[in-house]
């Protein structure tokens, strides 16, 4: 185990082990408990979000707003308490959650972002705005993260000609070729929806928001914890990317130990995000870019780092046409 023993007697044996991580079939809040205050960098959370989803048998997702609330600050408790000096803890939910449940948190932690992450198909509410982001909220323990290295993301296009959608005007020679800075908007996260890669009934996030997350917040060996498994994608993710995991889900655990017997596939879907971040244009953007005669000759560098357009692409002739 990652840490120190607190009470090691309630685990019981892990659903799944790998070289860096445990699951266990096991309610959250005494997993956490468990566990040595003090011992997790990364705290990642994606709770039911009280909407009658139906999870399970042992899960209830039709509880009063003050039973839902009442629970959440019980596992947030234990959270906050399994965090590092210096730790982040992420919670996404519904902004009308996170509204209450960051206020609160705000007593014992630092509050340092409302994520807003662009959600595309969600229902119209008659009588509301039609309702567009999750939030997710990032503190810290403490005034200032121990890790904080955002990745830079390419500039925004358009997916069918490559031009930019922001206008840089005459910035476009001093862009860092590393890519822009991350803004606390998220547009570019597709939810998993397809029957293909989606593996059960849990609302699974997609790699992309997690490798993100983790990248923010975390380094290789650190302790990442999640304490709503779902589909497992953050602890698929924080194995590609070595970090050390540990996690529950009281439901079925299947769905997470069979995606970890195909996580070479999972790895292959990693490394081709991984080509999109930290950079000024993916390979898609410049392929279009080159079509349709955009002119990247502007998008010149001032330090040392590496500029990736002046690598000449090949077309194929397919792409070309
Ligand atoms: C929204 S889903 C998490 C999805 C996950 N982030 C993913 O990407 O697949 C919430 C999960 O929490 C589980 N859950 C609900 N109550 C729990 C509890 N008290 N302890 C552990 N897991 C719980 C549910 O069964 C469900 O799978």
């Known amino acids: 185990m990652h840490s120190k023993n607190h009470n090691q007697s309630v685990r019981p044996k892990p659903a799944i082990e790998t070289k860096l991580g445990q699951l266990f079939q096991m309610d959250c809040i005494p997993l956490m408990k468990s566990l040595e205050e003090g011992c997790v960098d990364l705290v990642f959370a994606d709770p039911p979000f009280n909407l009658k989803k139906e999870y399970g048998p042992s899960s209830n997702d039709d509880k009063s707003e003050q039973e839902y609330l009442d629970w959440s600050h019980r596992w947030l408790t234990e959270a906050v308490r399994i965090l590092k000096p210096g730790g982040s803890l992420f919670l996404y939910n519904i902004p009308k959650w996170n509204l209450q449940l960051g206020a609160w948190l705000s007593q014992y932690l630092t509050f340092r972002h409302w994520v807003a992450v662009d959600m595309k198909f969600s229902l119209p509410i008659s009588g509301r705005l039609y309702p567009s982001h999750y939030s997710l909220l990032y503190f810290s323990k403490g005034k200032k993260p121990t890790r904080f290295s955002p990745p830079r993301v390419p500039i925004e296009t358009c997916r069918h000609c490559g031009g930019e959608i922001p206008d840089y005007g005459g910035y ?3 862009m860092n070729p590393e890519g822009v800075n991350i803004t606390d908007v998220w547009r570019d996260l597709s939810p998993v929806r397809h029957f293909r890669y ?5 609302n699974e996030l997609s790699i992309k928001m997690m490798d993100r997350v983790l990248d923010i917040a975390s380094k290789e060996g650190d302790l990442v914890f999640d304490p709503f498994g779902g589909s497992g994608t953050t602890y698929i993710t924080a194995e590609l990317k070595g970090r050390k995991w540990i996690g529950s889900e009281i439901e079925d655990c299947m769905p997470i130990i069979e995606r970890f017997k195909a ?15 930290n950079r000024l244009f993916s390979d898609e953007a410049m392929k279009l870019r080159q079509r349709n005669g955009k002119d990247n000759s502007k998008y010149r560098i ?5 500029n990736p357009l002046e690598k000449p692409l090949v077309l194929s002739a397919r792409e070309k046409s």
Not at 263 to 277: D, F, M, N, P, T
């Open 172 to 174: 476009k020679d001093r």
């Open 263 to 277: 996580i070479e596939g999972e790895r292959a879907i990693w490394l081709s995000l991984r080509k999109k971040v």
């Open 302 to 306: 001032n330090g040392n780092g590496h």
């Open 198 to 202: 989606k593996r059960r009934k849990a």
